[in-house]
């Protein structure tokens, strides 16, 4: 029995050793790695290169998820980067790696006991690459799936590209990475997931202080692209940029490993970072806040109050009365905008200081009173309701499961708002066209189209009843495809064409609306714009 005893024992302590469950909370250096343990429930074992600061190898409970052929890294790797590691007792004990360059430093934390990899990038300078982001490349037979978009980013098995080297088809639907994207202001958890354990690996980001675009900004969050399955946090990118980058510190952001189930934001707790020495991180001490009530947004719709800087951005909702408070934010003078929904209504300016709370209301100038002879769309700020809005986000415009994009003609009065289409391309479905009867001629009138986001310089002209209003200037160039990567949110350029009061008559009336510009493409690449929304209106 006791030789039994020992036998059984011997094979429990073999098992417990294989799986990690034993792991202690410490870092080896080996092979020209630091080797880093959690000391979790969970165990998650790590390997982050001293000379680069790839992460070379990531197992949790035993299992290998770490990409074999490229790690996971800023950018697209530092190359090379001096790395140090160190470990802290504070309120609890954690390990720091800090890796610099002569413009970053990337910073990569445990907390003792958690399955989580904190991280934080500190940049003087935009990266040479053009973007700064963080991608994990995880192992697709580990880690298949995504959260919370499924397939739509899942270009594994692709048969031809459709465009560029990151539109492709599969399965005869089209995929790409930028359809994983979520805009700032709804980002939770994304994730990849997989196997027998149902592993869960997840980017959160409590916030985007420091990142570029504002609250309505979506950029990359997954792509399982066949050889290996790739998890983001992008922070800047060229992709349809509306602002210049921020320097300073991006993040704490983490990467979560789990069993059970998709974390949450409002569960994360970051402010532990005060006790580390991160380079640019600002206490809740050294913030202040904003609160006040909003007017004047259109019923129905969601107030939003922005606020940005040079050095910072931060938004929140407001309450169904208006009432509204920010985030913590650093002290400086900001921009502060209303939006409804994502249509901009209001623009103001406040101060913040450390430990202060501001108050500062701010009113809707909008929705002036006007008499609407008709209109098509609502401005929200987004093509809400026009035909393939429910799917560009998912899907590239050339796609099979998308309705006919025209040339279409929409009737005032009888057509349903998924007759209006919700871009025109140049080379696709140009002209769009608008009838409408009016009782009586109303004189001089306004033709008001408000758009959300411009390609290649694309610009809506209109011509009434024969008569063409002279072209509008181009719009502030965007260097970015927009919805082929299913974006739509650009810098919003509204335009008004004033009627002559002979234009309009009793009876029937058509309007036409073209996309000029200095340029053409090909099919959906040609010039192009996206509507929020068309109104006739009379003074």
Same mark, same amino acid.
């Given at each position: ?251 704490? *952001? ?84 209303? *939006? ?200």
């Amino acid at each position: 029995m006791a030789l039994l005893n020992a036998v059984q024992l011997f094979i429990i302590s073999l098992t417990f050793f294989v799986s990690g469950v034993f792991g202690a909370f410490g870092y080896t250096s080996s092979g020209g790695n630091y080797v880093i343990d959690a000391g979790s429930a969970n165990p998650l074992i790590f390997s982050v290169s001293q000379s680069n600061c790839d992460i070379k190898s990531i197992k949790y409970r035993g299992t290998e998820l770490q990409y074999g052929n490229t790690g996971s890294h800023i950018n697209s790797g530092l190359g090379s980067a001096t790395v140090s590691i160190t470990q802290i007792n504070g309120s609890k004990r954690y390990i720091k790696v800090t890796c610099v360059t002569s413009t970053l430093t990337h910073y990569l934390v445990v907390r003792e006991g958690d399955s989580i990899i904190y991280m934080a990038t500190y940049i003087t300078a935009e990266p040479s690459i053009g973007e700064l982001r963080w991608i994990a490349r995880l192992l697709p037979d580990k880690l298949p799936n995504e959260y919370p978009y499924g397939e739509v980013s899942n270009t594994a098995g692709s048969s031809a590209t459709v465009e560029g080297s990151d539109v492709f088809l599969v399965n005869g639907q089209t995929r790409s990475k930028f359809y994983s994207s979520t805009r700032f202001i709804d980002e939770d958890a994304h994730c990849v997931y997989g196997g027998s354990d149902l592993i869960h690996v997840c980017i959160l980001t409590p916030q985007q202080e420091s990142s570029s675009g504002g609250p309505f900004f979506r950029d990359i969050n997954s792509n399982n692209a066949g050889a290996s399955t790739n998890l983001y946090n992008y922070m800047n990118s060229g992709h349809v940029q509306t602002e210049a980058f921020r320097m300073g510190l991006h993040g704490p *952001y983490l990467m979560q490993f789990s069993r059970s189930g998709i974390p949450t934001v409002k569960n994360t707790d970051v402010s532990f970072f005060s006790e580390l020495g991160i380079t640019g991180y600002v206490p809740a001490s050294g913030r202040g806040t904003v609160k006040g009530t909003a007017t004047g947004i259109q019923r129905g719709m969601q107030g939003v109050v922005h606020w940005y800087n040079s050095q910072a951005q931060y938004w929140a909702k407001t309450s169904s009365n208006g009432a509204f408070t920010s985030p913590l934010m650093k002290p400086g003078t900001y921009t502060m905008v209303l *939006y409804q929904t994502e249509f901009k209504i209001a623009t103001t300016m406040v101060t913040v200081s450390a430990g202060q709370t501001v108050t500062q209301n701010i009113a809707g100038n909008f929705n002036t009173t006007r008499k609407t002879l008709w209109q098509i769309g609502e401005y929200d700020g987004q093509p809400t309701g026009f035909r393939n809005a429910d799917k560009f986000l998912r899907m590239h415009p050339s796609d099979s499961r998308m309705a006919s994009w025209g040339p279409l003609t929409y009737t005032v009065g009888s057509s349903s708002l998924s007759d209006f289409p919700m871009a025109v391309f140049k080379d696709v479905n140009n002209p769009v066209t608008i009838k409408f009867n009016l009782a009586s001629a109303p004189g001089a009138a306004t033709l008001r189209i408000a758009t959300t986001l411009s390609f290649a310089g694309g610009r809506p002209q209109a011509t009434i009843n024969g008569w063409t209003a002279s072209a509008p200037a181009a719009p502030t160039k965007i260097d970015s495809r927009g919805i082929t990567r299913g974006a739509y949110r650009g810098h919003g350029e509204v335009y008004t064409v004033s009627i002559p009061a002979d234009k309009l008559v009793a009876g029937s009336n058509t309007i036409t609306i073209s996309v000029i510009s200095g340029s053409s493409g090909a099919k959906f690449l040609s010039p192009n714009f996206i509507f929020d929304a068309v109104e006739l209106y009379t003074s």
